[in-house]
T-cell receptor, first 114, second 112 residues
Framework: DAGVIQSPRHEVTEMGQEVTLRCKPI?????LFWYRQTMMRGLELLIY????????DSGMPEDRFSAKMPNASFSTLKIQPSEPRDSAVYFC????????????FGQGTRLTVV | SQQGEEDPQALSIQEGENATMNCSYK?????LQWYRQNSGRGLVHLIL?????REKHSGRLRVTLDTSKKSSSLLITASRAADTASYFC????????????FGTGTRLTVIP
């Protein structure tokens, strides 16, 4: 398996624009996580899915953020409208099983909102 | 915050020396994991220690866990320049939920 695949790797957008980040988890993994990493706040869990169903979205910062998982092999994180403070590296990770098993991370999407 | 905290925030050592990083957390856990992140890359899982374990080894890595003190340590022996990276601890809560809470990380620099 190629691992968790995220796209794009880099995104530069203007404030107010819609941004969509994409993730393909490892085949067979039933958990998918979206994290955001910044120097100030470290690595924050935004939302996670189990079998395509959102389980905990308490980390989503505002209504401008939304995430979907239409099937087991694809998830999106959307920011609309984007703001400069959304600039960060966004990671997708997937794992198999329950009880906090090993998470496999993608390479991340570096988002810059100007 | 449910996040753990690593100590020190940054560590610089000479190649061949041992590096020790510590992690403190707040809740009752199912397991604790250590991850490594190279600059500009995603996190990579290193080792997992369960709440009923006190010590675990993997190659040059040694992890200890003290649940009474809610703390863990990661020891890297005979460090190499290639070990330069940020290291994070992550906790899985005893509730059985599958989300992981990551600490703030230790930036390790190994000088050749």
């Amino acid at each position: 398996d190629a691992g968790v695949i995220q796209s794009p790797r880099h995104e530069v957008t203007e404030m107010g624009q819609e941004v969509t980040l994409r993730c393909k988890p490892i085949s067979g993994h039933d958990y998918l996580f979206w994290y955001r990493q910044t120097m100030m706040r470290g690595l924050e869990l935004l939302i996670y899915f189990n079998n395509n169903v959102p389980i905990d979205d308490s980390g989503m910062p505002e209504d401008r953020f939304s995430a979907k998982m239409p099937n087991a092999s694809f998830s999106t994180l959307k920011i609309q409208p984007s703001e400069p403070r959304d600039s960060a590296v966004y990671f997708c990770a997937s794992s198999l099983g329950t009880g906090g098993t090993e998470a496999f991370f993608g390479q991340g999407t570096r988002l810059t909102v100007v | 915050s449910q996040q753990g905290e690593e100590d020190p925030q940054a560590l610089s050592i000479q190649e061949g020396e041992n590096a020790t990083m510590n992690c403190s957390y707040k809740t009752s856990i199912n397991n604790l994991q250590w991850y490594r992140q190279n600059s500009g890359r995603g996190l990579v899982h290193l080792i997992l220690i369960r709440s009923n374990e006190r010590e675990k080894h993997s190659g040059r890595l040694r992890v200890t866990l003290d649940t009474s003190k809610k703390s863990s340590s990661l020891l890297i022996t005979a460090s190499r320049a290639a070990d330069t990276a940020s290291y994070f601890c992550a906790t899985a809560e005893q509730t059985g939920a599958n989300n992981l809470f990551f600490g703030t990380g230790t930036r390790l620099t190994v000088i050749p």
